[in-house]
């Protein structure tokens, strides 16, 4: 799968889990933070969310949710990450 | 006043307060590291009761958790003589109750809160309206809270208080997804903490109307409760609702506190926040300790036992240490037991904090004190909203044309539109939510209240049930075991008060009472008791029921002190 994929099925999923009614693939900007008041404004829930979404999705397991910070910092990232980490 | 004539503690660690005292003093802990069983596929630590010790406090036709509760309300009433006529009530406190028996398929009546409440109340023989609080971690303390001031209130004479939960795959799966649990015995306040373990217990204390000349036992000097309106589980960075507890209990009192005793969960947000609390409400120099080390966190019964062993601890003259505590790991500039403490000092100040913004804290005390006269409050009602799959009407007016399963969205997007957290709620914070909201935005011509003096309380019959069987279909398959922690969060129904606390930035008490029916006379005692505290002056309180998308209500009113 390339990389563009994985950015739109990410996004996607992210919206569907988060409950960002709101919005579509679209208004997402793949390399912008997702946490913060820039950007999506995601909170530590989401990023919880986001860890079981990515386990499921892709087999992905997170120890804990410091470890997630260091990737979660835009959609862009996370895809590079589940690029080069699922088992699924 | 209030004053505690018995008391009661069933922990792993024994089955009487003295015996849990003395197994904590002989240097034991309940905690346990417990390999994978069904439901649960990871290794957890917690404090959990034997076989055999469950065996001993079972009752024929009672559920495990119901049965707890009920051998520690028998044990306490065993030591004192309460009359059972309308001026005792039963306070039950409990955040998930018999929720680990639900299959999240079958009818739901028998199991939850207000089932399991009427049920202990038949059994002890309590004649009056029992009131279940459900108000996450603070449960037991906002529990003491309201029983001191319906009996400061005169509301009754005698109240007997239960805090109770057990464990289930349901609530330890819900904190594993949210990274909140410490695989080994949790470090309270210690720089190398990483989270909670979490304990079954009850525990209970029958209270009784302040009687100035009944020296030696313990009362509840004062007690208060404040929201930090700021994130359903993430607490105030500078602990501003905790410390605001604080100050508001000590307040009118200069008395000498032995120690505080804090919630220490030993998570890397809570811990830290009490430091802050503390040492920004100038207590500092005081002994804190955490007794988490010991029995876990036991959530709705957390509140009540810790008191409780606080106040036999206190009757020995110790102060106990914080199991796992060793080296400072907290801003704060606190004093953390590491080492049990004697002391000749009886006060003592419980501090908690829980999801949903919550803070409470309590002073207790033996010495004796003067009564004071307390003013029962007025309400009167300045708005009313009703909500139902029928319509939406304010004071009795139709204010939107839409009905049915999709009309919160439908009235959030016409109505309200500016607070895309909305979509985020589960259905029964949707419903409390715009019903608030509803209840406000027609609030113009009134005298503006001061948002820090405002206090909300719902009732519910059903609470978060609707949310609870989302989340159990998430951890139900062991091939598809995967906890949402979204929706675990939502599973404790306080979280509708946090939500619109947050919205309005509303400081005053928040909670969440779960009722057999909508009982407004039982509701409206409620709402004077919340009124009783200093710095209240106005209160969103009444019905939510969100049981399925075509069966639901909301009844609520704005009420100001008058």
């Known amino acids: 799968m390339e990389m563009n994929d994985i950015i739109e099925e990410l996004k996607a999923s992210i919206i569907e889990a988060l409950n960002l009614e709101e919005m579509t693939p679209a208004d997402i900007d793949a390399s912008a933070p997702l946490f913060g008041d820039d950007g999506l404004g995601l909170d530590s829930i989401d990023a919880l969310e986001i860890i079981v979404l990515l386990e499921k999705n892709y087999g992905i397991r997170l120890a804990n949710a410091g470890e997630g910070k260091k990737i979660f910092t835009s959609v862009e990232n996370i895809a590079r990450y589940v690029c080069e980490n699922r088992t699924k | 006043m209030a004053t505690i004539i018995a008391d009661c503690i069933l922990s792993p660690l024994g089955l009487s307060a003295s015996d849990t005292l003395d197994a904590i003093l002989a240097g034991k802990t309940g905690l346990k590291r417990h390999a994978p069983v069904p439901g649960l596929p990871f290794d957890f630590t917690a404090s959990i009761f034997s ?7 079972m009752v024929d036709g009672f559920s495990r958790f119901e049965s707890l509760a009920l051998t520690s309300i028998r044990k306490a009433l065993a030591d004192c003589d309460v009359p059972f006529d309308r001026r005792t009530v039963f306070i039950l406190s409990s955040t998930k109750g018999n929720i ?17 409440a009427a049920k202990l109340a038949e059994a002890i023989g309590v004649t009056t309206t029992p009131l279940t609080v459900c108000n996450a971690c603070v449960s037991g303390v906002s529990a003491l809270a309201l029983a001191h001031r319906l009996l400061s209130g005169g509301e009754y004479d005698y109240a007997i208080v239960c805090g109770a939960d057990v464990q289930s795959p349901f609530i330890i799966s819900g904190f594993h997804s949210l990274k ?21 217990a009850a525990a209970t204390v029958v209270l009784k109307a302040d009687d100035t000349n009944a020296e030696g036992q313990y009362r509840i000097v004062s007690a208060s409760s404040r929201n930090d309106a700021m994130h359903i589980t993430n607490p105030s960075p500078s602990g501003e609702g905790c410390m605001q507890a604080i100050k508001a209990v000590m ?14 969960t030993a998570t890397m947000y809570n811990d830290q926040m009490e430091s802050k609390a503390i040492s920004r409400a100038g207590l500092g120099g005081l002994p804190v300790n955490a007794l ?32 796992g505590f060793e080296e400072i790991g907290v801003s704060g500039k606190i004093d953390v037991t590491r080492e049990m403490l004697h002391t000749s000092k009886t006060a003592f100040l419980k501090i908690i904090s829980g999801f949903g913004g919550c803070n409470c804290a309590v002073l207790l005390d033996k010495k004796e004190a003067a009564a004071t006269a307390v003013n029962q ?46 979509y985020k709620m589960d259905s029964l914070s949707r419903l409390a939510f715009v019903a608030t909201e509803l209840l406000l935005k027609y609030d113009n011509g009134l005298e503006r209240i001061e948002p820090s003096s405002r206090a909300v309380v719902f009732f519910s019959h059903s609470g978060s049930i609707k949310t609870d069987t989302e989340y159990i279909s998430t951890i139900k398959s062991p091939d598809a075991f995967f906890p949402s922690p979204s929706l675990f969060v939502y599973t404790l129904p306080n979280i509708t ?9 509303y400081n005053d008490e928040t909670l969440f009472i779960m ?46 002190k008058i």
């Open chain 2, 51 to 57: 076989g055999e010790m469950e065996r001993e406090f």
């Open chain 2, 515 to 560: 009722l057999e029916n909508k009982d407004w006379a039982a509701m409206e005692q409620v709402n004077r008791a919340m009124m009783l505290d200093a710095s209240a002056r106005s209160l969103v309180s009444g019905w939510i029921e969100y049981i399925d998308d075509l069966n639901f209500e909301a009844d609520i009113h704005l009420f100001n």
């Open chain 2, 100 to 116: 680990g028996d639900y299959d999240g398929v079958s009818d739901f009546t028998d199991i939850i809160l207000p089932a399991s």
């Open chain 2, 377 to 422: 409050p007025n309400l009167s009602s300045s708005r009313h909203v009703r909500l139902t799959p029928a319509g939406a009407f304010v004071d009795g007016k139709k204010v939107s044309e839409e009905t049915g399963a999709s009309m919160l969205t439908a009235i959030y997007k016409s109505e309200i539109g500016d607070y895309p957290k909305f």
């Open chain 2, 251 to 264: 307040a009118d009192n200069d008395t000498d506190i032995a120690l505080i005793n804090a919630h220490g």
């Open chain 2, 180 to 200: 909140a649990l410490d695989l080994n015995e949790c470090r309270p306040f210690d720089i190398e903490r990483l989270g909670l373990n979490l304990g079954e």
């Open chain 2, 497 to 505: 008060a946090g939500e619109v606390a947050i919205r309005n930035h």
């Open chain 2, 292 to 323: 988490k080390g010991y029995l876990g966190h036991t959530m709705g019964a957390a509140g009540i036992v810790e008191t409780v062993l606080t106040m036999h601890a206190l009757e020995k003259g110790v102060i106990l240490p914080t199991r």
